[in-house]
Every structure is written in structure tokens, then in C-alpha cells.
């Protein structure tokens, strides 16, 4: 993974932290555990890291309920 990616990992962590009033080791352990972190984020970089940030955070919310990890 290389650095803007890992940026954007952490942006990402932050922002769901402070959106789900989670810590942000909670959100990581779902991100990881549930595959979304590796099989969703870190792939579509390319793709996610143009969203505005609040589409971004909805996105990543929604993911996660349907991947049952909310």
C-alpha cells in the first residue's frame, strides 16, 4: 500500500469514527475483520478518493450495514 492510499485509508477510518461515534480502533477491527478495508477501499482507491467527503462517509455506512457489520 503506498502512501496516498494509506492517507486515504486513514481519512476514511477517522471520518466513520467521528460519523458512527466509534473509536477509530473499533471502526478498523470492521473494516478489516469484514473484509471491506482490503476487498473494498484499499481496490477502489482510484475510484472512492473522488467522492465528496460526505457521499464517501454514506457510502462506506451503507457498505457496512450491508455487509452486516452495523
Do not use: A, W
Not at 20 to 35: A, F, P
Not at 55 to 64: A, C, N, R
Amino acid at each position: 500500500m503506498d502512501r496516498k492510499v494509506l492517507e486515504f485509508v486513514t481519512y476514511c477510518i477517522s471520518s466513520l469514527s467521528l460519523h458512527l461515534n466509534l473509536t477509530q480502533k473499533e471502526i478498523y477491527r470492521k473494516l478489516k475483520d469484514s473484509g471491506i478495508l482490503y476487498g473494498y477501499i484499499v481496490p477502489s482507491y482510484d475510484v472512492l478518493h473522488t467522492f465528496g467527503s460526505r457521499y464517501l462517509i454514506e457510502d462506506l455506512t451503507e457498505y457496512m450495514k450491508k455487509k452486516g457489520v452495523l
